[in-house]
């Protein structure tokens, strides 16, 4: 199974580019920056992982995607390899993109937290922290 979730932050606006044929397919290509839930001493707080959305999923995010925005993409990932002019070989490995999402509204970067607080790093606020389990209804 080859199955991809991610939500982070793009880091630019989607760069999109049209393929040459008889019908064109848009080409977006973008970099979200997933933070890492847990971080050990000297390591990055974040990963940037390459995007690549294609046909109306790349024309969507050329009209509605833009640097700073949260996004939600499930996709899978996709490893190539080239060669470049001297013949030296070089790989990637990217996420196709077969669904991309706004993961919060327009508002929401220019709101404060509610409850007077940060938002605790992996963006989840908690509910009801006393619930018992013989409380759930399942």
């Known amino acids: 199974m080859n199955k991809v979730i991610l939500m982070g932050r ?10 040459q044929g008889a019908e064109p397919v848009a ?17 990055p707080e974040a990963d940037f992982i390459p995007c690549v959305a294609l046909g109306k999923s790349g024309e969507f995010a050329e009209k509605h995607f833009r640097k700073g925005q949260l996004v939600g993409v499930i996709g899978r990932l ?42 605790p790093a992996d963006g989840f606020y908690p509910i009801n922290e006393g619930v018992e389990d013989e409380d759930l209804p399942f």
């Open 78 to 119: 996709q490893v190539r390899s080239w060669e470049d002019k001297e013949g030296k070989k070089h790989w990637t490995t990217e996420v196709i993109i077969e669904e991309q999402h706004f993961a919060e509204s327009k508002n929401s970067q220019a709101a404060a937290p509610k409850e007077g607080g940060q938002a």
């Open 10 to 19: 793009l880091t630019r606006s989607p760069e999109v580019r049209y393929s």
């Open 27 to 43: 080409v977006a290509r973008y970099t979200l920056a997933v933070n890492r839930r847990f971080k050990r001493k000297d390591e």
